[in-house]
T-cell receptor, first 108, second 115 residues
């Protein structure tokens, strides 16, 4: 059965303190791994999609990487506006299976 | 990315009543739409896949007669929660897919509270 596990559950950072979020997965034949950002009371906002081990994508302070077993979302010099829940999902044949998310809080 | 409008954003209803939630694709003809529910501090759980012009495909454990889905056009899908009960209180989110590489774009969600 496909599984997506995210860690840590919650992360508190000071502004400017870089860190990484982890998404480990078990899926037969990865078709794609997705990162989304979700603000409280809102729907998820698409960030990145990765398809093969070694692939990397960047957007502003965020960088997503992919290996055969896990993906990392690196946050460089975060700002308070980066505070949100970050969700990871794998493509299971036109369906997305989501992890539970990492709640990120960045304090100024 | 695609723009998805979901309405209403919040609804409070009495137990036993039915509630309809609309999901509109504003700039893309969506042949496939998805409906999720999310409990506090939990992840999104897929309820059903809605295909334009055909019956929705429900995930295991989701009651078809309880959660009625209609996808009558390429820009509109509706979810009706019939005879709602307090345990149906949740955050319901729709998404559209089939755009590129199975990326899904989400609406803002509907917070349903059943009294």
């Amino acid at each position: 059965e496909d599984q997506v596990t995210q860690s840590p559950e919650a992360l508190r950072l000071q502004e400017g303190e870089s860190s990484s979020l982890n998404c480990s997965y078990t899926v037969s034949g990865l078709r794609g791994l997705f990162w989304y950002r979700q603000d409280p009371g809102k729907g998820p906002e698409f960030l990145f999609t990765l398809y093969s081990a070694g692939e990397e994508k960047e957007k502003e302070r965020l960088k997503a990487t992919l290996t055969k077993k896990e993906s990392f979302l690196h946050i460089t010099a975060p700002k308070p506006e980066d505070s949100a829940t970050y969700l990871c999902a794998v493509d299971r044949g036109n369906k997305l299976v989501f992890g539970a998310g990492t709640i990120l809080r960045v304090k100024s | 990315g695609a723009v998805v409008s979901q309405h209403p954003s919040r609804v409070i209803c009495k137990s036993g009543t039915s509630v309809k939630i609309e999901c509109r694709s504003l700039d893309f003809q969506a042949t496939t739409m998805f409906w999720y529910r999310q409990f506090p501090k939990q992840s999104l759980m897929l309820m059903a896949t809605s295909n334009e012009g055909s019956k929705a495909t429900y995930e295991q454990g989701v009651e078809k007669d309880k959660f009625l889905i209609n996808h009558a056009s390429l820009t509109l899908s509706t979810l009706t929660v019939t005879s709602a009960h307090p345990e149906d209180s949740s955050f319901y989110i729709c998404s559209i897919g089939g755009i590129a590489k199975n990326i899904q774009y989400f609406g803002a969600g509907t917070r349903l509270s059943v009294l």
